[in-house]
């Protein structure tokens, strides 16, 4: 039986590969009000015409990892920060938010099934959606180790699968990398500043 959580946290900031002082290269942009799909801090997020949204699973570029929002809020009637976007209560037209979009970015996710193990360090993987914590404000999204491949359109490489390591970072009793649901450091593979393409 594993000794990992099974349950998903998103991705959360490890280091930087260059090894230098970790500034995330946190950088503000914006949501549009009206966009009606939530976003947890830790999601991973894309640009749709300029303004940040919740990536889906398949794709290739990815922008960043979501770090919070700022808006002025129509049910409190004055300015919140909040770790995630929940799809409606802004007067503004457009909302703050902070995107995490460092392309040497080390991050760490959970396996959402199978351990994810040694022989898979430098191979690519997916990422699983998932339906967020509105009490924690905290993405579940995970690692998809059923996609892992050589595939270059993949959004993350599979950097470090770690074992007890890992652990205290997060604050886990245990992190097994020979069961399910292992934790994981990945980078991107096809970052939003890496890609030479615009988006």
């Keep these: 039986m594993s000794v990992n ?10 280091r930087n590969m260059s090894g230098g002082a970790p500034t995330c290269q946190i950088q503000q942009f914006y949501i549009l009000s009206n966009y009606a799909t939530q976003i947890f801090k830790g999601d991973l997020v894309v640009f749709n015409a300029g303004y940040i949204q919740l990536a889906s699973v398949g794709t290739t570029t990815i922008a960043g990892v979501f770090d919070g929002c700022e808006y002025l809020s129509t049910s409190l009637k004055q300015p919140r920060w909040s770790p995630y976007w929940p799809g409606s209560d802004s007067s503004n037209t457009a909302l703050k938010c902070w995107v995490i979009t460092d392309p040497y970015a080390v991050f760490i996710a959970r396996s959402n099934g199978a351990n994810i193990s040694q022989a898979n360090v430098d191979q690519n993987i997916n990422f699983a959606t998932g339906t967020g914590n509105t009490s924690s404000g905290l993405s579940t999204q995970m690692l998809d180790q059923s996609t ?23 604050q886990y009793p245990a992190n097994d990398s020979t069961t399910a649901n292992n934790l994981v450091e990945v980078a991107f593979n096809n970052a939003m500043l890496r890609n030479n393409t615009a988006v």
């Excluded at 959580?5 to 490890?14: D, K, M, V």
């Design 5 to 14: 959580p099974t349950a998903g946290f998103g991705f959360r900031y490890s």
């Design 148 to 170: 892992i491949n050589t595939t270059s359109t993949l959004p993350f490489r599979i950097i470090n699968v770690g074992n007890n390591s890992l652990s205290p970072f997060l």
